[in-house]
């Protein structure tokens, strides 16, 4: 059968990312997708499951698009691909960045494009360092990070990342990066002192914390953030890799908070997955300091820096998502998923916190729902397993003793859609429930 041969050859010879190999050599993939609609996926044997995370959070508009696979082929068939470097530039690229001066918070009015949000966050160092050698203060190097962040995987984001076992997968990482607190301005404030401000290039934070568990900044931190960065002088870098365009139910997620970073890391939604494309906005201010202050080249581009077809896939995304109103339908989702979260959070024994901003949302799972503590061994991947059984795909986050399920389903998801994720997460966690002794 299709599903095993393809398997067999899966596991001799692809090198999964993020995957457990020891698992992948026991049992080959478990799902071998073949199609996509909307929220839906298909795979080789035509089991059809609710794709609850959008992929890897980046699938915004849904899967099957036809309209933007004829986009991408007509942007082929004319201009595949050029170069960006130098002197040359291309159309699709022009207007998109463009585009994102229009929807991006505050004054962030240039883009420099990269292929995805590991290389948007390399990007964003090295650029915010550049800055500093430019305007004559060269000491400072030092990016700031929070605890449980996830910025990818380049060394750089993998060095920048809060969350420790990513680190640890490798036994050298860049230097110059300190790790703060993720809730606590007063400990940037203290860290800042401690390292000395003249050493501090920037300060870095997802608006909401994705995969290191889904974790929402109370109201009011990131305008402390602000005005600390400010007081010292430090830039305020947001990555928006997975908040961006639409997923909380804003354009960014900064937007709930009020205030603009001087610099943004994007990728994932930018293209919905339908192309790799990601990229760092820089301020108007920091955009005329280089103008003004730069001499030589800017020493940093990728071959595919601007790519046309991904920059055309890119902007008939974003008119796909305006035209749609997805920004405001995540919204009412996101308050309906979290709506459901309660509803389960009151029938179910094991489920403790719950939690959303437009449609990220997370579930955690305790043993105890009063004191709120945890199973010694974590239930959350038990319930991922019993949820893909019943056709629903979600993640489970079990870092630093976390035991939490993730949820970011496409923006176009639809009430019966959203109902039918909420009745299979019951029954999966039912489930679990019910297998749990006594
Ligand atoms: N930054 C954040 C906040 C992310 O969630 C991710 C990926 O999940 C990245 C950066 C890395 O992006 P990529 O996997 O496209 O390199």
């Known amino acids: 059968n299709q599903h095993e041969q393809l398997a067999s050859l899966d596991q001799k010879h692809f090198l999964h990312p993020t995957t457990s190999i020891k698992q992948q050599q026991a049992t080959g993939p478990d799902f071998i997708f073949t199609k996509g609609k909307g929220v839906r996926l298909t795979d080789i044997k035509g089991r059809t499951v609710i794709d609850g995370m959008s992929s890897l959070w980046n699938v ?18 004319t201009l595949g691909y050029s170069s960006c470097f130098a002197t040359f530039s291309n159309e699709p690229a022009i207007q998109l960045a463009a585009k ?39 000491k400072r190097k030092k990016i700031i990070s929070r605890s449980q962040s996830y910025h990818g995987v380049a060394v750089g984001a993998t060095s920048a990342t809060g969350l420790k076992p990513f680190r640890d997968f490798t036994n050298s990482l860049a230097p110059d990066f300190c790790y703060v607190d993720h809730f606590s301005p007063e400990a940037l404030r203290q860290m800042i002192e401690r390292e000395g401000p003249e050493t501090v290039a920037a300060y870095i934070a997802e608006p ?84 003004q202050l730069s001499e ?17 896939v890119a902007l008939k995304n974003l008119e796909i998502l305006e035209r749609e109103n997805l920004i405001n339908n995540a919204r009412v989702m996101g308050e309906e998923m979290l ?8 029938l179910r024994s094991i489920v403790g916190d719950v939690r959303g901003l437009g449609l990220m949302g997370a579930v955690e799972i305790v043993k105890n729902k009063e004191t709120k503590e945890r199973f010694a061994e974590p239930f959350a991947p038990k319930v991922v397993a019993e949820a893909a059984k019943r056709g629903l795909i979600c993640r489970s986050v079990v870092f630093d003793g976390q035991d939490t399920l993730v949820f970011a389903p496409p923006l176009v998801i639809n009430s019966e859609e959203m109902n039918e994720l909420i009745s299979i997460l019951n029954d999966a966690i039912e489930a679990v429930e019910t297998g749990i002794p006594t």
């Open 296 to 312: 030589g080249t800017l020493l940093h581009g990728y071959t595919y820096s601007g790519h046309p077809t991904a920059c055309a």
């Open 208 to 291: 909401v914390q994705g995969a290191g568990g889904l974790h929402i900044a109370p109201d009011g931190y990131f305008k402390e953030i602000r005005s600390i960065c400010d007081e010292y002088g430090i830039l305020f870098i947001t990555d928006e890799v997975i908040t961006g365009f639409g997923r909380t139910g804003t354009y960014f997620g900064v937007d709930h908070y009020g205030v603009a970073p001087d610099m943004m890391c994007f990728a994932k939604g930018v293209s919905s997955g339908y192309a790799q494309l990601g990229g760092v906005m820089i301020s108007e201010n920091m955009h005329n300091d280089f103008k």
């Open 60 to 77: 915004n508009i849904g899967h099957g698009r036809e309209e933007i696979a004829q986009t991408a082929y007509e942007q082929m068939k």
């Open 100 to 138: 994102l001066a229009e929807i991006a918070p505050g004054n962030l009015s240039a883009t420099f494009f990269t292929s995805g949000g590991s290389e948007s966050n390399d990007t964003a160092y090295k650029l915010a360092r550049h800055y500093w050698m430019l305007k004559g203060q060269p």
């Open 339 to 346: 709506k459901g979260f309660q509803k389960i959070q009151s």
